[in-house]
């Protein structure tokens, strides 16, 4: 069965400050789909980037990296140079190839306060 | 256009109420989900619809009844519910049903009384 952990379940950080966001997933398939989506306080859940399992490339979108690392099974988000805009929950989220259901399976998410 | 559209924002009713949740998307997608969140939590998948044909039910209890009219359209008719369904209720759309990224709507914060 697939499972996302996010062990950090609140991080406040000062603006300008970079943060990493952790996230270790479990699953059997060798297939798979990463996400990350933010939620910030007005409910809609944004996406921010899909990862497939066979591309190991880091990935950078402004102030916004990746890391994925498939030997130790994690896919961390880190922004730099933070600002309260980012403040916001943060979930990792895992899909096997194999379930044609296209279910997401949710880590618990990561409430990042950013603080002026 | 990533845009899902989701009506009302906000809905307070009672236990004896009908009321309906309505999801809307102009991006070409064929697969349409509706999810619960409730509060601290992340979003529970409910319901998925693909090519406007029921596809998964996560086991929902039957005072919720989705609807697909077309392929644009995701109703959520809600009947009998109970304070404890109180919730966000979010609706996302995909290009298809498999390993495509969900766009979500901005919900509807139901309250039950």
């Given at each position: 069965?697939?499972?996302?952990?996010?062990?950090?379940?609140?991080?406040?950080?000062?603006?300008?400050?970079?943060?990493?966001?952790?996230?270790?997933?479990?699953?059997?398939?060798?297939?798979?789909?990463?996400?990350?989506?933010?939620?910030?306080?007005?409910?809609?859940?944004?996406?921010?980037?899909?990862?497939?399992?066979?591309?190991?490339?880091?990935?950078?979108?402004?102030?916004?990296?990746?890391?994925?690392?498939?030997?130790?099974?994690?896919?961390?988000?880190?922004?730099?140079?933070?600002?309260?805009?980012?403040?916001?929950?943060?979930?990792?989220?895992?899909?096997?190839?194999?379930?044609?259901?296209?279910?997401?399976?949710?880590?618990?998410?990561?409430?990042?306060?950013?603080?002026? | 256009?990533?845009?899902?559209?989701?009506?009302?924002?906000?809905?307070?009713?009672?236990?004896?109420?009908?009321?309906?949740?309505?999801?809307?998307?102009?991006?070409?997608?064929?697969?349409?989900?509706?999810?619960?969140?409730?509060?601290?939590?992340?979003?529970?998948?409910?319901?998925?619809?693909?090519?406007?044909?029921l596809s998964i039910n996560e086991s929902v209890p039957s005072r919720f009844?989705?609807?697909?009219?077309?392929?644009?359209?995701?109703?959520?008719?809600?009947?009998?519910?109970?304070?404890?369904?109180?919730?966000?209720?979010?609706?996302?759309?995909?290009?298809?049903?498999?390993?495509?990224?969900?766009?979500?709507?901005?919900?509807?914060?139901?309250?039950?009384?």
């Amino acid at each position: 069965a697939q499972k996302v952990t996010q062990a950090q379940t609140e991080i406040s950080v000062v603006e300008k400050e970079d943060v990493t966001l952790d996230c270790v997933y479990e699953t059997r398939d060798t297939t798979y789909y990463l996400f990350w989506y933010k939620q910030p306080p007005s409910g809609e859940l944004v996406f921010l980037i899909r990862r497939n399992s066979f591309d190991e490339q880091n990935e950078i979108s402004g102030r916004y990296s990746w890391n994925f690392q498939k030997s130790t099974s994690s896919f961390n988000f880190t922004i730099t140079a933070s600002q309260v805009v980012d403040s916001a929950v943060y979930f990792c989220a895992l899909s096997e190839a194999v379930d044609a259901g296209n279910m997401l399976t949710f880590g618990g998410g990561t409430r990042l306060m950013v603080k002026p | 256009d990533t845009e899902v559209t989701q009506t009302p924002k906000h809905l307070v009713m009672g236990m004896t109420n009908k009321k309906s949740l309505k999801c809307e998307q102009h991006m070409g997608h064929r697969a349409m989900y509706w999810y619960k969140q409730k509060a601290k939590k992340p979003p529970e998948l409910m319901f998925v619809y693909s090519y406007e044909k029921l596809s998964i039910n996560e086991s929902v209890p039957s005072r919720f009844s989705p609807e697909c009219p077309n392929s644009s359209l995701l109703n959520l008719h809600l009947h009998a519910l109970q304070p404890e369904d109180s919730a966000l209720y979010l609706c996302a759309s995909s290009h298809r049903q498999g390993d495509y990224e969900q766009y979500f709507g901005p919900g509807t914060r139901l309250t039950v009384t």
